[in-house]
Structure formats: structure tokens, C-alpha cells
């Protein structure tokens, strides 16, 4: 201010004029800014986003049962019908395109016969906002081999999609989805078959917690109770046996899958609980069933902290069913650790001296599988794509196993650190199963386990948990990665191989009877391998066929060594001798399930090798050679056992023996609860051995699906004249 006061007049008021100059300039600027913004052609009124502050129309589909498929009721001989609405939920009017049946010809997802049409006829119709238009459905069933139905069907329209970031985007198809059930003779038992045998066994479980908190002490009753729960079941295996069609495929719709049950699980996951049978499981299921069975004949040998046993039990069968009905990844990998559990406690509480090490060892490796499993279920899931919950609710991700299989995921080209991600994840599912098969290197588990464990329980682990292995590469990497397949085939054939000739050394060093049935079991399940590797419709075969009977022959074989073991608590082999003067029937329910372990012909375990030689020669034949020195090997340790344990002169210090004290310081021969286990299957192995149609013709058309999709037939096959230049084909097109 002071300064200011030094400066002459003319000088004071030149400050304030340049001031105003300034703000008179400032506000020309500004003003002139305003009036070329203004100038400027918005975007908004461009006539194509003019239609934008249009308003649209919204659709919804509305059921009678929210959260559920339609269901088509019976309207008539062999004829279902249901109806749902389309909702205008917008504020202008709504054209609809298209209602249409999801499926086509090439892709039959439905049975033939469903059709869907707008009420009143019309390929398409304009709804008004706030009104409804009726879609009626129609299952004309009287052609169809399908005796339930599930399916979707999709409508097109112009309107605008539910939460779209601008009123231009149009909504994709919505889709409603459709019931039916046609019975089958047994009511609601009979419509919900394979949930009822997968659950009945919890009724044991609930069974010895109610017994339990009442203070309940006969435990004799909760044992038969147990065993009358598994013969239920195999009654009603039984009947699924019967029902089951066998000339059923995927193109007489539900991809070819029958006894479905399908429903929204876990919605804010996209987790459905979907179950069903076909070629491929049916055979394991019924094979549950009857180890199931003898598994509790031969839990009689358990005296000590029964309710505890029959508990964990029963919770093992419930998740060994549900593996093999599971067609949702999500509810798959619940069953398979579902069935983990149970298993330790039941090794690690009633087993052997060494039970707690055989209990970790089979939790650590069984576990470390499941993690590379979950790892690859995650992987389908988040790669999925597109697709429709059961109740028509769309989701970009899902976890059904027939919707994956429809995804191209070769052609997706996407890699994991680099590499093909299709392998990478392909070889993550086979080393998770190849460790519950298990195949060299991951083998190590089983004998520890089986040695271990109670009889009942190495029947069990034998007989279907080793199945479990086989059939998760023919459910999830067969029919999901066929291109990883492929390109993996010659590996999976070569470790088959080294597991047949191992397990067979192995086994002809023991002198525990158990360990060499277990031993037996890694020898034997390499066949399944290399059936498998070799890609052919009787190499698959010949794995399920393998499977089954191996099952039998097994779960024969282990209550069979439980037999000898109650009485004497030894199974070292060179420690008996002369058992035949001693057991008689024994010794011949003995050389007989050895008979059929070695492949004798005229018993079951014959046609699985036979056929695993058939299906594997053409592609593979160096490594078939060699697998046929394991046949020779199997024979030779089972008849040096049966020379040792049961030929020559009966030894005469076991007459002191204090466990033979009751009997007089003899054998006991086999018991009636004893036969009552193991004659089913003898008579089984025997009856498969002279006419195996009846198994053979559950799986035929199985294994010519899976085949399908493994296996496409390349130029040089489709023009090759005859078989070995098509086999030559094939393995041209799969370089």
C-alpha cells in the first residue's frame, strides 16, 4: 500500500484497467467456448442413439413352481403336456422371434416327440407391456425309448437384456426348463431309484447316533441292520439291472443317459445335483451293490467299538454310489471325499499292528489326488461358457459334466504357463486317478492298506474303491479332453504294461497272502490301463469287463484270506501247509477264485485279459506281448501259494496252537455266515466265465459311445476296405 500511495494519479488507475481488460477478455474466451461447444454435433442426437432414450421391453418366463422345470403331466395315451408364460416386464412392446425345443439333429439333448409352440399357433408374437403370452409343451412319447425327460426350452426376443450397461443391448435367449416322468412300475422309489440307493445306507448312520445318544447296547441288531440295508439294495440294484435299456444312446436324448434325476443344488455356484446311469456306470453300480453286501456278511469278524464301524461303513457305500451316478463335477468330487473319510477311520481304528501309518499314507496320497482334481474341476468350470441350469436359469459357468463335454476345449487354444492347457489339466485328472487305480509309481499305498485293514474293508477297497480310479479317466478324461486323450493314449498303454509285470513280481516275493492279493490287484489293474490306451471299442470293453470281474474275484479272494486269518490271526504262507486234509471246501473256494485271478477259461477273469489282448494287439503289439508274460507270471504265484498253503504234509505243531484250542487243535472248516459271503460270488465268477452276455450286454453300447469320442474316424479309416488299414488309419490320424 505504500507504494501504491507514491505513484502518481495517471499510474493508480492503469492497474484497475488492465484488470477489467483481463476479465472482459476471460469472459469472451469463455463465452466463446460455450458457443462452440454448442456447435458441436452431440452424440446424443445421432438418430441411431436416439432410439436409445426409447423404451424397451423386458421378458420373463414364468412357471407354475418357481426354481423348477416345467412338468408335463400325462395328457393323454403316451402324451405329456405342461404350459409356462412370457412376461412383458418392460414398458413398450416386446417382439418374441423364436420359441424352440433346445436340441437339433446333431445334437439330440431331448427325447423325439417334445415339441413348443406360442398358444394360438404362430412362429412369433408382439406382447404388450404388463401382458402374458402361454407357451405350451408336448412330449408325444409313445416312440420314445427315453422314460424321463429333461430338457430346455429357449426363447428369442427383441428385448433388452435384465441389468444391460445401454438400452441397445439385446437379451440373450432365455430358456425354461421341462420334466417328465413316464414310471417305471415302483412310484416314487422307482422315479428316484439311484438317490434312494445312494442314501438308504445314512439310515444306518442315523441308526447308531440314535443308538448311541439312547444309550442302546445291542450292537448285534445294528449289525443286521446294516446287512439288511445292503440286501436292499442289491434288490433294488437288482431292479435297475432289469430296467435298464440296453439299446439306450445319446440319440434317444438325455445324452444318453437314463434313471436321471436332476435338480438345482448350490444356485449361487451353479451346482446341480444330477445323477444318472449309463453303459459306462451301470455296471459299477451294480457291482457296489454286491460288495457292498458281502462287505457286511463280512463285517462279522468286528467285535470291538461296533456302532463306530457300521457308522463310518455305511457312510463309505453312500459315497462309493454316488461316484458312479455323479454327472455334475461339483457333486462328483463331494462323493469322492465323502468315501475318503470313512475309509481312514475304518483303517486307522479296526485295522492291523501298523493300522495308523496305512491310514495316513492311504489319507496323504488319496488327498494329494483330490487337490489335482479339484484343481482341473476348477478349470472346466471357469472356461465353461455359456449354458442353462436344469430350471432354464442362464449361467457363463457350470459344472455339468454332459453340457462340458459339448465344449470344444482343444479348439479354445488356451494354455497354462505356456503349455496346451488341455493336457496340462488332462494329465492333473489322470494323476489324481491314476493314484486311487493305483498304477506305478503311486502304488505304494494299497499294500500297506490292505494289509492293514479289516477283511471287510480290503473286500471293499479292492472290489470297487480301485474301480474308481478307471472310471473317473473313462467319465471325466475320455469324454471331456478326447484330444488330450488321444495324444496321451501311448503313455497311459506303456504304464499299464509296467503295472501288470511289477504288481506280478511283486506278488510272487510275498509270503503274506494278503499283500499278495494285493499285489495281484496292481498287476491285474494294469490291464485296465492298457485296454484303455489302446482305444478301441473292445480294448474299452474289455476295461469295463476287467473292472467288474476283478471286482468279484477280488472281494472272493480277500474274505477268503479273512476266513483263515480269524482262525489262526497269521497269513504268512509258509507257515501253513497241508491246509486241503484240514479244510477241504476251503481249499477249493481257494483254487478256485485262484483259478479265475489267473484267467482260466470257462471263469470270469479270462474274458478281460482275452478281450485287453483283442483291443490292445493291433495298436499296440510289443507292449501286448509283454503283457502276456504277466498272465504267465500270475499263474506262477498262484499256484506256488496254493502248493504251499495247502499241498504236502500237514504240519502238526498247529494241533498246540492256542488259537485252535476251542476246535480241538483243528481247522475249522469254512462256517455257514463264511459261505453265505463268498458262494454269490463263486457262482458269479462261474456263471460270467460260460456266458458273459449278460455283462457284456450292459456296457455294449457304452463303450462304443466313449469310443466315439475318443476315436473319430479320420480320412484313411473312412476310405480304408478293410479292418488293418483302418486300424492303420487310425493311428495315422491320431499323430
Not at 463465452?31 to 442413439?49: F, H, I, N, Y
Not at 478349470?379 to 442362464?394: E, I, K, R, T
Not at 476287467?546 to 472272493?556: C, S, V
Amino acid at each position: 500500500m505504500s507504494n501504491l500511495s507514491n505513484l502518481g494519479p495517471g499510474r493508480a488507475l492503469a492497474i484497475p484497467a488492465r484488470s477489467t481488460s483481463m476479465k472482459l477478455l476471460t469472459c469472451l474466451l469463455a463465452a466463446l467456448a460455450v458457443v462452440l461447444g454448442a456447435a458441436s454435433p452431440a452424440p446424443a442426437q445421432t438418430a441411431d442413439d436416439a432410439r436409445t432414450l426409447e423404451p424397451r421391453g423386458r421378458i420373463a418366463l414364468r412357471a407354475e413352481a418357481p426354481g423348477a422345470p416345467v412338468e408335463l403331466t400325462a395328457a393323454g395315451p403316451g402324451e405329456y403336456a405342461g404350459s409356462f408364460s412370457i412376461e412383458n416386464t418392460g414398458d413398450a412392446p416386446v417382439k418374441v422371434t423364436r420359441v424352440a425345443v433346445r436340441t437339433s439333429e446333431a445334437d439330440p439333448r431331448v427325447p423325439p416327440g417334445v415339441s413348443a409352440a406360442l398358444e394360438g399357433g404362430g412362429a412369433a408374437a408382439t406382447i404388450p407391456p404388463g401382458e402374458r403370452r402361454k407357451v405350451e409343451v408336448r412330449w408325444r412319447a409313445a416312440t420314445a425309448r427315453a422314460r424321463e425327460l429333461y430338457g430346455h426350452v429357449v426363447v428369442e426376443s427383441d428385448a433388452a437384456a435384465a441389468g444391460a450397461a445401454g438400452p441397445l443391448e439385446t437379451a440373450r435367449p432365455l430358456a425354461m426348463g421341462i420334466h417328465a416322468e413316464r414310471g417305471r412300475g415302483l412310484g416314487f422309489v422307482g422315479d428316484h431309484l439311484l438317490s434312494i440307493l445312494t442314501f438308504l445306507p445314512l439310515l444306518g448312520v442315523v441308526a447308531v447316533f440314535l443308538a448311541h445318544l439312547l444309550r442302546y447296547q445291542d450292537d448285534r441288531k445294528l449289525r443286521l441292520l446294516t446287512v439288511v440295508l445292503m440286501g436292499v439294495n442289491l434288490v433294488l440294484a437288482g431292479w435297475l439291472y432289469a430296467g435298464f435299456d440296453r439299446r439306450f444312446t445319446p440319440i434317444d436324448g438325455n445324452d444318453g443317459y437314463q434313471f436321471i434325476e436332476h435338480g438345482v443344488w448350490i444356485r449361487s455356484l451353479h451346482v446341480e445335483y444330477f445323477v444318472g446311469v449309463d453303459g459306462v456306470s451301470i455296471s459299477m453300480v451294480l457291482l457296489t451293490a454286491i460288495i457292498s453286501f458281502v462287505g457286511a456278511l463280512a463285517s462279522y469278524s468286528v467285535h470291538d467299538q461296533l456302532k463306530g464301524y457300521l457308522a463310518m461303513y455305511n457312510l463309505l457305500v453312500t459315497g462309493m454310489y454316488g461316484v458312479f451316478i455323479a454327472l455334475d463335477l461339483f457333486l462328483f468330487f463331494v462323493f469322492w471325499e465323502v468315501m475318503l473319510l470313512p475309509m481312514y477311520f475304518l483303517i486307522g481304528i479296526w485295522g492291523g499292528p501298523r493300522r495308523e501309518y496305512a491310514a495316513i499314507k492311504f489319507f496323504l496320497y488319496t488327498l494329494a489326488g483330490s487337490v489335482f482334481m479339484l484343481l482341473a474341476f476348477i478349470w472346466f468350470y471357469l472356461n465353461a461358457g455359456g449354458s442353462y441350469l436344469v430350471d432354464g436359469q442362464a449361467t457363463a459357468r457350470i459344472f455339468s459334466i454332459p453340457e462340458l463335454s459339448r465344449v470344444a476345449w482343444a479348439a479354445e487354444g488356451l494354455t497354462i504357463l505356456g503349455v496346451a492347457a488341455v493336457k496340462v489339466v488332462w494329465i492333473w485328472l489322470f494323476v489324481a486317478f491314476a493314484i486311487k487305480i493305483p498304477m506305478f509309481p503311486f502304488h505304494t499305498w494299497l499294500p500297506d492298506a490292505h494289509v492293514e485293514a479289516p477283511t471287510a474293508i480290503s473286500v471293499i477297497l479292492a472290489g470297487v474303491l480301485l474301480k474308481m480310479g478307471t472310471y473317473g479317466i473313462l467319465r471325466i478324461n475320455f469324454t471331456l479332453l478326447p484330444e488330450a486323450t488321444r495324444w496321451a493314449a501311448p503313455a497311459m498303454a506303456a504304464f499299464g504294461v509296467v503295472n501288470i509285470l511289477y504288481g506280478a513280481f511283486c506278488a510272487m516275493a510275498q509270503s503274506d497272502l494278503k499283500k499278495l492279493v494285493a499285489y495281484s490287484s496292481v498287476s491285474h489293474m494294469g490291464f485296465t490301463l492298457l485296454a484303455l490306451g489302446a482305444m478301441t471299442p473292445q480294448g474299452i470293453q474289455a476295461c469295463l469287463v476287467q473292472m467288474f470281474n476283478h471286482g468279484l474275484i477280488t472281494g472272493m479272494l480277500f474274505t477268503l484270506v479273512g476266513v483263515v486269518y480269524d482262525r489262526v490271526h497269521t497269513r504268512d504262507i509258509d507257515k501253513f501247509g497241508g491246509l486241503a486234509s484240514e479244510m477241504p471246501l476251503y481249499t477249493a473256494f481257494v483254487g478256485f477264485a485262484f483259478m479265475a485271478s489267473l484267467g482260466l477259461p470257462g471263469l470270469s477273469g479270462f474274458w478281460g485279459e482275452a478281450m485287453t489282448f483283442i483291443g490292445a494287439f493291433p495298436r499296440y503289439r510289443a507292449l501286448t506281448i509283454l503283457a502276456a508274460i504277466g498272465v504267465i507270471l500270475t499263474a506262477a504265484y498262484h499256484l506256488w501259494a496254493l502248493q504251499r498253503m495247502f499241498l504236502g504234509k500237514f504240519r502238526e505243531s498247529w494241533r498246540q496252537s492256542k488259537y485252535l484250542e476251542p476246535f480241538g487243535g483243528k481247522f475249522p472248516e469254512i462256517s455257514r455266515r463264511e459261505l453265505a459271503s463268498i458262494a454269490p460270488l463263486a457262482a458269479l465268477i462261474l456263471l460270467l466265465g460260460f456266458w458273459p452276455r449278460p455283462l457284456l450286454g450292459l456296457i455294449d453300447r457304452g463303450a462304443l459311445e466313449v469310443h466315439r469320442l475318443v476315436d473319430r474316424p479320420g480320412p484313411s479309416q473312412v476310405a480304408a476296405a478293410d479292418g488293418a488299414a483302418a486300424g492303420r488309419g487310425v493311428l495315422a490320424s491320431s499323430r
